[in-house]
């Protein structure tokens, strides 16, 4: 609507620049033939359906199950089986605020927010990683877990693979 609103705008101003002046002449030196444009910026709205789960399980060299799961703020969740996983292809399902609410809890209870963002060996090739992301409460946090990960995060990516997946996941088109 702005973007229209704006074009209307340009398109006035060109116009009126371009119209043959009937009246008076104005002399080249009058500031009175100066064009402005005003545009109107509003202050950005928080999108009201923003990611607060991201889930992601990367592939190996063999028959790792590859998969991500998404969660938005309204309870919406979209799954993609990519390999190797349970299901294959897109699927949805939705979220009670208090399921969520017991995900942040639980990554409050070990501390997520405050653990590093990768646990990783470059040098070893052949291990799938699992990327988690909470963000939530004004708590923003990315960890990419592939190597010497701490015990407390596995387990609760293990229960948190186990709390998104036994979801009833329903087929999902994009069309």
């Not at 002399?27 to 789960?53: A, F």
């Not at 294959?88 to 653990?115: C, V």
Request: hydrophobic residues 35%; glycine residues 4%.
């Amino acid at each position: 609507m702005r973007f229209i609103l704006f074009l209307a705008v340009l398109a006035t101003t060109i116009s009126c620049k371009n119209h043959k002046n009937t009246g008076t002449e104005v002399s080249e030196t009058d500031s009175s033939t100066t064009d402005t444009v005003v545009v109107l910026v509003e202050t950005p709205v928080e999108p009201k359906d923003s990611l607060v789960i991201a889930f992601d399980k990367t592939p190996c060299f063999g028959r790792c199950p590859t998969y991500k799961v998404k969660v938005y703020a309204s309870g919406f969740a979209i799954y993609e089986g990519i390999n190797f996983a349970e299901k294959m292809g897109m699927y949805s399902t939705r979220f009670k605020p208090s399921q969520i609410e017991n995900i942040y809890q639980s990554a409050l209870e070990i501390g997520y927010f405050d653990l590093k963002n990768e646990y990783n060996d470059p040098l070893i090739s052949d291990l799938p990683s699992t990327i988690s992301r909470i963000n939530y409460k004004a708590n923003d946090h990315r960890i990419m877990a592939r190597y010497n990960v701490p015990e407390k995060l596995k387990i609760f990516h293990d229960n948190l693979a186990v709390t998104l997946l036994e979801k009833d996941w329903q087929p999902y088109s994009i069309r």
